[in-house]
Protein backbone atom coordinates (compact mmCIF):
# COMPACT_ATOMS: atom_id res chain seq x y z
CA UNK A 1 0.00 0.00 0.00
CA UNK A 2 1.01 3.66 -0.76
CA UNK A 3 0.59 5.93 2.42
CA UNK A 4 0.21 9.60 1.79
CA UNK A 5 0.67 12.04 4.90
CA UNK A 6 1.59 15.33 5.45
CA UNK A 7 5.12 14.34 6.43
CA UNK A 8 5.26 12.61 2.99
CA UNK A 9 4.37 9.48 1.07
CA UNK A 10 5.57 5.93 1.82
CA UNK A 11 5.06 2.42 0.77
CA UNK A 12 4.34 -0.35 3.66
CA UNK A 13 2.88 -3.40 3.93
CA UNK A 14 -0.31 -5.68 5.94
CA UNK A 15 2.98 -6.81 8.23
CA UNK A 16 4.15 -3.60 8.87
CA UNK A 17 1.22 -2.94 10.83
CA UNK A 18 1.58 -2.42 14.47
CA UNK A 19 -0.95 -2.77 16.97
CA UNK A 20 -0.41 -0.43 19.73
CA UNK A 21 -1.37 -2.46 23.13
CA UNK A 22 -1.52 1.06 25.20
CA UNK A 23 -2.54 3.55 22.72
CA UNK A 24 -1.63 7.50 22.43
CA UNK A 25 -3.19 9.41 25.41
CA UNK A 26 -5.69 11.25 23.52
CA UNK A 27 -5.89 9.15 20.54
CA UNK A 28 -7.17 5.95 22.22
CA UNK A 29 -9.64 5.15 19.35
CA UNK A 30 -6.37 4.53 17.35
CA UNK A 31 -4.44 1.29 17.78
CA UNK A 32 -2.62 0.30 14.56
CA UNK A 33 0.16 2.46 13.65
CA UNK A 34 2.60 2.86 10.74
CA UNK A 35 6.13 3.65 11.31
CA UNK A 36 7.29 5.09 8.41
CA UNK A 37 10.97 5.84 7.72
CA UNK A 38 12.38 7.59 4.37
CA UNK A 39 15.57 9.18 3.24
CA UNK A 40 13.91 12.90 3.04
CA UNK A 41 12.99 12.75 6.56
CA UNK A 42 15.88 11.05 8.58
CA UNK A 43 16.81 11.37 11.12
CA UNK A 44 12.14 11.44 12.02
CA UNK A 45 10.13 8.58 11.10
CA UNK A 46 6.31 9.03 10.52
CA UNK A 47 4.07 7.60 12.92
CA UNK A 48 1.09 7.05 11.59
CA UNK A 49 -2.17 6.00 12.34
CA UNK A 50 -4.42 3.54 10.49
CA UNK A 51 -7.51 3.90 12.62
CA UNK A 52 -9.85 7.20 13.20
CA UNK A 53 -9.02 9.71 13.20
CA UNK A 54 -5.84 8.98 11.73
CA UNK A 55 -3.50 10.60 13.55
CA UNK A 56 0.16 11.54 11.78
CA UNK A 57 3.23 12.44 13.97
CA UNK A 58 7.02 13.28 13.79
CA UNK A 59 9.57 10.70 15.83
CA UNK A 60 12.17 10.32 16.81
CA UNK A 61 14.88 7.80 18.17
CA UNK A 62 15.38 8.52 21.81
CA UNK A 63 18.56 7.31 22.51
CA UNK A 64 19.34 10.21 19.17
CA UNK A 65 18.08 12.68 21.48
CA UNK A 66 18.93 12.25 24.87
CA UNK A 67 22.31 9.17 23.96
CA UNK A 68 21.65 8.52 27.57
CA UNK A 69 18.11 8.15 27.35
CA UNK A 70 16.80 4.80 29.23
CA UNK A 71 13.37 3.73 30.83
CA UNK A 72 12.41 0.72 32.79
CA UNK A 73 9.36 -1.24 31.98
CA UNK A 74 7.33 -2.81 34.30
CA UNK A 75 6.39 -6.28 34.20
CA UNK A 76 2.77 -5.53 33.15
CA UNK A 77 4.54 -3.78 30.00
CA UNK A 78 6.54 -6.58 29.65
CA UNK A 79 3.56 -8.68 29.36
CA UNK A 80 1.13 -6.66 27.64
CA UNK A 81 4.36 -6.04 24.53
CA UNK A 82 5.08 -9.75 24.69
CA UNK A 83 8.76 -9.28 25.53
CA UNK A 84 10.97 -12.00 26.12
CA UNK A 85 14.43 -11.73 27.29
CA UNK A 86 16.74 -9.01 25.87
CA UNK A 87 14.97 -8.28 22.83
CA UNK A 88 15.88 -5.17 20.72
CA UNK A 89 13.45 -2.71 21.35
CA UNK A 90 13.14 1.06 19.56
CA UNK A 91 12.12 3.62 22.01
CA UNK A 92 10.91 6.76 20.18
CA UNK A 93 9.77 10.45 21.21
CA UNK A 94 7.17 12.09 20.02
CA UNK A 95 8.25 14.95 18.09
CA UNK A 96 6.48 18.47 18.48
CA UNK A 97 7.55 20.68 15.70
CA UNK A 98 6.96 24.87 15.77
CA UNK A 99 8.32 26.32 12.85
CA UNK A 100 11.81 25.74 13.22
CA UNK A 101 11.97 24.83 17.00
CA UNK A 102 11.17 21.23 17.41
CA UNK A 103 10.78 18.97 20.71
CA UNK A 104 10.63 15.65 21.46
CA UNK A 105 8.44 14.06 24.10
CA UNK A 106 10.60 11.48 26.38
CA UNK A 107 8.72 12.00 29.60
CA UNK A 108 5.86 9.39 27.67
CA UNK A 109 8.40 7.71 25.09
CA UNK A 110 6.63 5.38 22.23
CA UNK A 111 8.40 1.45 22.56
CA UNK A 112 8.06 -0.52 20.20
CA UNK A 113 8.59 -4.32 20.44
CA UNK A 114 9.75 -5.29 16.45
CA UNK A 115 9.69 -9.10 17.19
CA UNK A 116 5.91 -8.83 17.71
CA UNK A 117 4.98 -5.62 16.09
CA UNK A 118 3.40 -4.33 19.39
CA UNK A 119 3.26 -0.82 20.83
CA UNK A 120 2.49 1.47 23.72
CA UNK A 121 3.21 4.90 24.76
CA UNK A 122 4.59 4.73 28.40
CA UNK A 123 3.74 6.93 30.91
CA UNK A 124 5.95 6.27 33.97
CA UNK A 125 4.77 7.43 37.49
CA UNK A 126 8.26 9.14 38.00
CA UNK A 127 10.76 10.34 34.80
CA UNK A 128 13.97 12.59 34.67
CA UNK A 129 12.66 13.21 31.41
CA UNK A 130 11.18 15.88 29.91
CA UNK A 131 7.52 16.11 27.44
CA UNK A 132 9.51 18.71 25.70
CA UNK A 133 13.13 18.25 25.49
CA UNK A 134 14.45 20.49 22.73
CA UNK A 135 16.13 18.96 19.57
CA UNK A 136 19.67 20.25 19.02
CA UNK A 137 18.30 22.55 15.48
CA UNK A 138 18.55 26.48 16.26
CA UNK B 1 -18.81 13.01 42.28
CA UNK B 2 -18.89 10.59 45.40
CA UNK B 3 -17.12 12.64 48.17
CA UNK B 4 -15.86 10.69 51.48
CA UNK B 5 -14.39 12.22 54.68
CA UNK B 6 -11.64 9.90 55.77
CA UNK B 7 -9.16 9.98 58.56
CA UNK B 8 -5.74 9.18 58.58
CA UNK B 9 -5.09 5.35 57.99
CA UNK B 10 -8.29 4.87 56.59
CA UNK B 11 -8.90 3.34 53.10
CA UNK B 12 -11.57 3.47 50.26
CA UNK B 13 -12.10 0.14 47.95
CA UNK B 14 -12.97 0.62 44.18
CA UNK B 15 -14.44 -2.30 42.36
CA UNK B 16 -12.15 -5.28 42.37
CA UNK B 17 -8.74 -4.62 43.38
CA UNK B 18 -8.41 -1.11 43.88
CA UNK B 19 -7.94 0.40 47.05
CA UNK B 20 -7.34 4.14 48.02
CA UNK B 21 -5.21 4.74 51.40
CA UNK B 22 -5.16 8.09 53.14
CA UNK B 23 -0.94 8.04 54.74
CA UNK B 24 -0.96 11.18 55.86
CA UNK B 25 -2.85 14.33 55.91
CA UNK B 26 -0.58 17.75 55.70
CA UNK B 27 -1.88 21.21 55.74
CA UNK B 28 -1.74 21.90 52.00
CA UNK B 29 -1.27 18.19 50.71
CA UNK B 30 -2.65 14.69 51.53
CA UNK B 31 -0.26 11.48 50.93
CA UNK B 32 -2.44 9.06 49.21
CA UNK B 33 -1.11 5.63 48.72
CA UNK B 34 -3.02 3.45 46.13
CA UNK B 35 -3.02 -0.65 45.37
CA UNK B 36 -4.29 -1.05 41.74
CA UNK B 37 -3.71 -4.29 39.23
CA UNK B 38 -0.97 -3.92 36.72
CA UNK B 39 -3.41 -3.53 34.66
CA UNK B 40 -4.90 -0.78 35.21
CA UNK B 41 -2.43 2.87 34.90
CA UNK B 42 -2.19 5.28 37.68
CA UNK B 43 -1.49 8.28 36.46
CA UNK B 44 -1.04 12.38 38.36
CA UNK B 45 -3.96 13.85 36.31
CA UNK B 46 -1.31 17.35 35.68
CA UNK B 47 0.88 14.75 34.07
CA UNK B 48 -1.37 12.64 32.15
CA UNK B 49 -3.66 15.68 30.87
CA UNK B 50 0.10 17.74 30.02
CA UNK B 51 0.95 14.00 27.72
CA UNK B 52 -2.35 14.24 26.01
CA UNK B 53 -1.93 17.84 25.48
CA UNK B 54 1.61 17.10 23.98
CA UNK B 55 0.34 14.71 21.83
CA UNK B 56 -2.99 16.76 20.44
CA UNK B 57 0.41 19.12 19.74
CA UNK B 58 2.30 16.90 17.74
CA UNK B 59 -0.65 15.31 15.44
CA UNK B 60 -1.38 19.22 14.48
CA UNK B 61 2.75 20.48 13.92
CA UNK B 62 2.79 21.51 11.05
CA UNK B 63 4.89 19.72 7.67
CA UNK B 64 5.98 22.92 6.59
CA UNK B 65 8.99 23.46 7.76
CA UNK B 66 10.08 19.48 7.97
CA UNK B 67 12.49 19.81 5.16
CA UNK B 68 14.48 22.82 6.72
CA UNK B 69 14.26 20.77 10.28
CA UNK B 70 15.77 17.59 8.98
CA UNK B 71 18.63 19.80 7.07
CA UNK B 72 18.91 21.69 10.42
CA UNK B 73 19.27 18.67 12.41
CA UNK B 74 21.89 16.79 10.23
CA UNK B 75 24.27 19.70 10.08
CA UNK B 76 24.37 19.21 13.84
CA UNK B 77 25.92 15.89 13.81
Redesign the interface.
Known amino acids: MTVTT??GTFDATDADVIDFV?P????ETCKRYLLLSSP?????ACLHGLDAPQ????AIDARRVDAAFDCAL???DR?RLRIVGDEALAWLG???????D?TA?L??PIVINPARMLGA?L?P?ESVYS??HP???? | MLVFTRKRGQAIVIGDGIEVHIVRVGRDGVRIGITAPTSVPVHRREIYDQIRAANASAAASDATSLEQLVAHLRAKT
Not at chain 1, 24 to 27: N, Q, R, T, V
Not at chain 1, 55 to 58: G, I, N
Not at chain 1, 94 to 100: H, K, N, R, S, W
Request: no cysteine.
Open positions: RFTLSGFQIAPFPSFLTDAQIVTVDALANRAQILIDLATG
